[in-house]
T-cell receptor
Framework: ETGVTQSPTHLIKTRGQQVTLRCSSQ?????VSWYQQALGQGPQFIFQ???????GRGNFPPRFSGLQFPNYSSELNVNALELDDSALYLC???????????????FGPGTRLTVL | AQSVTQLGSHVSVSEGALVLLRCNYS??????LFWYVQYPNQGLQLLLK??????LVKGINGFEAEFKKSETSFHLTKPSAHMSDAAEYFC?????????FGSGTQLTVLP
């Protein structure tokens, strides 16, 4: 069974640029959630994708957007990067529409984004 | 809305001593609660979860947690700390779609 994978592992960008982060969900999982973890803080929910549609969103501006593909993999896109976007971005997959189904979310290793 | 508060951003214990990491939650519905561990430069690994079954939940690596509704708590314990337990620990509560995490507790295990 293949776990959740993310690419790239590290990324350096400058303010104003755009970035795309990628996530492959665990085999058998149809739901992908993205979280932002700033240094010294807990992960914060960005959004969730289920059946290729956004299925819930946290308190993040529209310049954070995403996609889910038919194979359930997902992308997180961030436009007009700001210094505060520097963080570890975590992807999590699960087999239903959310944790209320008691299906735990399996996390990938994350992508470390640095904005200069 | 759901939230969790982790008391103590840093906890140090001696190897072999009891580990106690504190988590209090707030939830408008019966909560599902989780403890995750994060090792340096890695993602989150689930230690254990409470989903309204038994109030004492046993997880991996010898950890357990007890759900106490009257105290709105879900503290994580391990009878005897091992050096390999040094990591950051996050308590989380489930919403309708997402997990809401606490700010984390960094556990240091002293030899």
């Amino acid at each position: 069974e293949t776990g959740v994978t993310q690419s790239p592992t590290h990324l350096i960008k400058t303010r104003g640029q755009q970035v795309t982060l990628r996530c492959s969900s665990q085999s058998g999982h149809n739901t992908v959630s993205w979280y932002q973890q700033a240094l010294g803080q807990g992960p914060q929910f960005i959004f969730q994708y289920y059946r290729e549609e956004e299925n819930g969103r946290g308190n993040f501006p529209p310049r954070f957007s995403g996609l889910q593909f038919p194979n359930y993999s997902s992308e997180l896109n961030v436009n007009a990067l700001e210094l505060d976007d520097s963080a570890l971005y975590l992807c999590a997959s699960s087999s239903a529409g959310g944790p209320r189904d008691a299906n735990e979310q399996f996390f990938g290793p994350g992508t470390r984004l640095t904005v200069l | 809305a759901q939230s969790v508060t982790q008391l103590g951003s840093h906890v140090s214990v001696s190897e072999g001593a009891l580990v106690l990491l504190r988590c209090n939650y707030s939830s408008s519905v019966p909560p599902y609660l989780f403890w995750y561990v994060q090792y340096p430069n890695q993602g989150l690994q689930l230690l254990l979860k409470y989903t309204s079954a038994a109030t004492l939940v046993k997880g991996i690596n010898g950890f357990e947690a007890e759900f106490k509704k009257s105290e709105t708590s879900f503290h994580l314990t391990k009878p005897s700390a091992h050096m390999s337990d040094a990591a950051e620990y996050f308590c989380a509560v489930s919403g309708t779609r997402q997990l809401t995490f606490g700010s984390g507790t960094q556990l240091t295990v002293l030899p």
